[in-house]
């Protein structure tokens, strides 16, 4: 008789690039996972090799509306994350983060489970504190072009910590800073993708501003390690807590990096900043790194080698496809 009770995790947004990553890991861990996704920001290829998996189920569904399944966890993932796509239907991305929060609660609270919230460091806005610690409350513009996202997850950090005091709900928040690695999308805007398949089209660079503004970087295999760690924690640590590398570069930095590593002939050209682009960030991990005991293990430059290669074999596999 087996008497090994299998975790059952379900993961919403669980085909994105984070999703996919944790789906792997959760699995790797002996779960029995459910990735629920509307494939809004994503492709399914990200979840293919999952699918033969016994323990790897998917449901297409919006968390904007309720769902009735049974579960021991949850980790709440879905919302688009690059500003090109959270900007394509404003309205959508809020709802998602509010009303995804709102069904995704109310099941944790029926079946009395545990539950994490993907928040960001976007809570803290354009931040006047550098760098920035979990205590600080930001400086978030409620109006602008980035508030779909900023004021969704500030709102469904609230929900949480709510469904805590007034349900007793076990709840996990996190705010994530800047992570990048294999199957982020091509596409999607976000800068390191960005600046590696440009690099290594040898297309010309495009800095937003003057570069001179900074992100801390960090890979994704760090940021799953600390997911799972934290989900383990006791009931009473509830976060919220910086996720991220506190290693800051600016962004000419990066493209730097990245052409050096790719050994591109691109130039850099200069566009014009986006409205409420933040200046700096870099998280103050010392909650993560106290009670967690974690800190990220992979440095910028061992972090771009592999994704430039995932980009290297994506690209190449696209243009034979378009060569067929
Ligand atoms: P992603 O866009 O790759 O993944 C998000 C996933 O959610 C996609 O698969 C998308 O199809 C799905 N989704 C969107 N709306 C949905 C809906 N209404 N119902 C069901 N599924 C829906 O983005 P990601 O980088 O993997 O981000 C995952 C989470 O982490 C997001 O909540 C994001 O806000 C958070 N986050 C990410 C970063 C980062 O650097 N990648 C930083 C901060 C926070
Ligand atoms: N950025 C850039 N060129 C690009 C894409 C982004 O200079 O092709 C800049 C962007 O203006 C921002 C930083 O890189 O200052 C990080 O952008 P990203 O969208 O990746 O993340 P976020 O702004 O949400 O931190």
């Known amino acids: 008789m087996n008497l090994h009770i299998q975790k059952r995790v379900l993961v919403t947004g669980g085909s994105g690039f984070l999703g996919s990553h944790l789906c792997e890991k959760l699995l790797l861990e002996g779960c029995s996972v459910i990735c629920l996704d509307n494939f809004f920001s994503s492709s399914k290829s990200n979840i293919h090799h999952l699918l033969t998996n016994p323990n790897f189920e998917v449901i297409r569904h919006d968390v904007t509306f309720p769902i009735y399944i049974e579960v021991d966890e949850i980790y709440n993932l879905a919302c688009p994350a690059s500003p090109i796509h959270y900007q394509l239907d404003p309205v959508q991305t809020t709802k998602t983060s509010v009303h995804g929060a709102i069904n995704m609660l109310g099941l944790a609270k029926r079946l009395k489970a545990r539950i994490f919230q993907a928040s960001t460091s976007e809570v803290y806005g354009d931040p006047l504190c550098h760098p920035q610690k979990e205590t600080y409350w930001g400086n978030v513009n409620p109006i602008g072009s980035r508030s779909c996202y900023d004021e969704g997850k500030r709102c469904a950090e609230t929900l949480f910590f709510d469904y805590n005091r007034q349900h007793n709900l076990s709840i996990k928040v996190v705010r994530i800073f800047n992570t990048y690695g294999p199957r982020m999308h091509p596409n999607d805007g976000r800068v390191v993708s960005n600046f590696i398949v440009q690099a290594l089209s040898n297309k010309p660079i495009t800095i937003y501003g003057d570069g001179t503004q900074s992100r801390s970087f960090c890979y994704i295999d760090d940021l799953t390690s600390a997911f799972i760690k934290f989900m383990a924690t006791p009931a009473k640590l509830t976060g919220p807590m910086n996720l991220g590398n506190p290693v800051e570069f600016t962004i000419m930095e990066l493209a730097e ?63 034979e496809l378009n060569n067929d």
């Open 257 to 319: 990096k990245i052409i050096k590593l790719i050994g591109s002939k691109s130039e850099l050209v200069f566009e014009q900043l986006p409205q409420d682009d933040p200046t700096q960030r870099r998280p103050d991990i010392s909650l993560a790194k106290k009670s967690l005991d974690w800190v990220p293990a992979i440095s910028l430059d061992e972090g771009l080698e592999k994704t430039i290669s995932y980009f290297d074999h994506f690209l190449s596999e696209s243009s």
